[in-house]
């Protein structure tokens, strides 16, 4: 018995000498680290006392702080940095759905201030602004050397006034500069429209509204065909939404799937990640669903176009996406400002990362140039069909509804070939619904 204690005690004083040798050199490591923390933060003390004393203008120290903090977060990634309180402010607005400006989504790249999308109906979209375009000025002034932050102070200004922005375009030689004016930007979350049984959800950003916009407006849709039973499938057309809200882009993708997971976003640490489930209920129960993308779609709009890729619930169409695949946390400070920090990758639901991938598409179409179309052109000569041959036999074996039927397929189909004209990649889409449909049995 006394063996026994003894061996006992003998391993516990093992077990602290084990512990005291392992931990003195991680002790010593740590008291090396906080060391060197508190002399880069003493070398940042004498620069920022020597900047405020000898610099040849009088800086204020409120600007050089905020400088210090975006500078150190816009270093760690394009998607972090600091929040003045009016831009904190612009953002809580912005995800409301209504807020002042040219309305594009821009981040930075290299040095430069690339446009990630236009938001639709905005005075930038109107103005020609397209998805990768590089912005080199501002009335005349170059931003190169500028954080992504300050060039957006420079875009911004009174509503109604004019701003002269220069682009630099991929396939376009030289730069060229495009006439803007201000304005309040209402972004109308979800536009719902019909193409003949078809349902076309235009979803450009990922807002409060949104979903309750998807929703309603879908519900309208299908009311306005004459019930589910008429719905022939949906095209979520994702295209240039620069993304938004997680909990909207979760919500969205929720609406189309019955069960699994819909995204998963994992952190520094272990154990620190989330997962996002589905829960039971499809709001078109199960009818087909092309999701259109291209490279203006990104974060929240990749989030619900990978999940409904994963589980087979839809096919995606377009071209590649944006690739921005960290999610951001928003955290208030002291002086109503906040820090925009990234603090999570997310996953799709086949644990893939996008990030700088992008979502690839089940089908790749381009969205050809719009070509100007010339005076002279003539128009296509009508083919002629047996119908026109006088003489013909009739056909005595249709119905008159049956007739009535043939002739609205021939003409939906009609519209959407004129569509091509407008919007091929859309067209593109509705046909992939209507051989789905066709294939369903409808």
């Known amino acids: 018995m006394k063996r026994y204690v003894v061996a006992g005690i003998g391993g516990a004083l093992a077990g602290v000498v084990l512990a005291t040798q392992v931990a003195a050199p991680l002790l010593a490591q740590e008291r090396g680290q906080t060391s060197s923390v508190y002399e880069q933060l003493d070398l940042f003390g004498d620069v920022f006392e020597r900047i405020r004393n000898q610099y040849v203008d009088d800086v204020e120290t409120a600007k050089l702080i905020e400088a210090a903090i975006n500078g150190m977060l816009t270093s760690l990634d394009p998607h972090s940095g600091y929040l003045p309180p009016d831009d904190f402010d612009d953002m809580r607005t912005q995800t409301r759905g209504s807020f002042g400006g040219l309305g594009i989504e821009v981040t930075q790249e290299d040095g430069f201030i690339k446009v990630v999308t236009p938001m639709d109906g905005t005075p930038a979209d109107q103005a020609g602004v397209e998805p990768g375009d590089l912005i080199t000025h501002v009335d005349g002034e170059a931003l190169m050397g500028l954080n992504l932050s300050q060039a957006v102070d420079m875009m911004r200004g009174p509503v109604g006034s004019e701003i002269i922005i220069t682009i630099l375009r991929d396939g376009v030689a030289e730069p060229f500069d495009l006439s803007i004016i201000r304005d309040t930007i209402r972004l109308q979350a979800v536009r719902v429209r019909t193409e003949g049984s078809n349902v076309i959800l235009r979803v450009t950003t990922f807002n409060e509204q949104t979903f309750p916009n998807l929703r309603d407006g879908l519900q309208d849709a299908i009311d306005e065909l004459g019930g589910l039973d008429e719905l022939g499938g949906v095209v979520l057309d994702l295209r240039n939404n620069p993304g938004g809200l997680l909990t909207q882009a979760i919500r969205v993708s929720d609406a189309f799937l019955d069960r699994g997971e819909i995204v998963s976003t994992r952190g520094r640490n272990e154990g620190a990640g989330e997962r996002f489930n589905a829960q039971s209920g499809d709001l078109i129960d199960g009818k087909p669903i092309v999701v259109l993308i291209n490279a203006g779609s990104a974060s929240a709009s990749e989030i619900v176009a ?45 644990g893939r990362s996008i990030q700088a991938l992008g979502v690839s598409p089940d089908i790749v179409v381009e969205q050809p140039r719009r070509q100007p179309i010339e005076e002279d052109q003539a128009e296509t000569p009508r083919i002629r069909s047996e119908d026109d041959l006088r003489g013909r036999l009739d056909n005595s074996d249709i119905t008159d509804d049956e007739r009535r039927q043939l002739e609205d397929e021939r003409r939906q189909a009609e519209d959407v070939a004129r569509l091509r004209l407008d919007d091929y990649q859309l067209a593109y889409a509705l046909d992939i619904l209507r051989g789905l449909t066709a294939l369903n049995g409808r």
């Open 306 to 350: 990978g999940a409904l890729q994963d589980h087979r619930r839809a096919i995606v169409v377009g071209t590649r996406s944006f690739g921005k695949g960290s999610v951001q946390t928003v955290v208030p400070l002291r002086g109503d400002g906040a820090i925009r920090l990234t603090t999570s990758r997310y996953y799709t639901p086949s």
